[in-house]
């Protein structure tokens, strides 16, 4: 993945994907993370146009003071995970050419993100 995507300064990632949407603009598949060693899947289905793919790299190191630590005393490590986010297009406000996203009074706002897990069978 690293020949494809740049690292962001101090490694890891940080990027915005625009998604390529077509149909009714309805939710649609967006992103698939597949671990090979358990055949673990997770499938990311959204009505937003974006997907920010994140890997921890800022996430202050195991033994540091300002330590993540979570239930039962798990700690969170530097690149100990990623996420899948679904957005709207990042710094719209200040792009006129991006669709609008401020939301004004009497608005609602709603969106729809579907995380799917799974299991694949494992390579033998």
């Known amino acids: 993945m690293g020949q494809a995507i740049p690292l962001v300064a101090g490694g890891g990632y940080d990027h915005t994907f625009v998604l390529d949407r077509w149909g009714d603009g309805g939710v649609q598949f967006a992103a698939r993370a597949v671990h090979p060693p358990t055949g673990r899947t997770l499938e990311v289905f ?53 669709p609008d996203i401020v939301l004004r009074p009497s608005q609602t706002y709603h969106n729809t993100a579907i995380y799917r897990f799974g299991v694949t069978k494992k390579a033998s």
Do not use: I, K, W
């Open 46 to 98: 959204t009505d937003q146009p974006c997907l920010q793919f994140y890997t921890g790299g800022m996430l202050p190191a195991v033994g540091s003071p300002t330590a993540l630590v979570g239930r039962s005393g798990t700690t969170y490590d530097t690149y100990g995970g990623f996420c899948f986010e679904t957005l709207a297009y990042p710094d719209a406000v200040n792009n006129p050419h991006f």
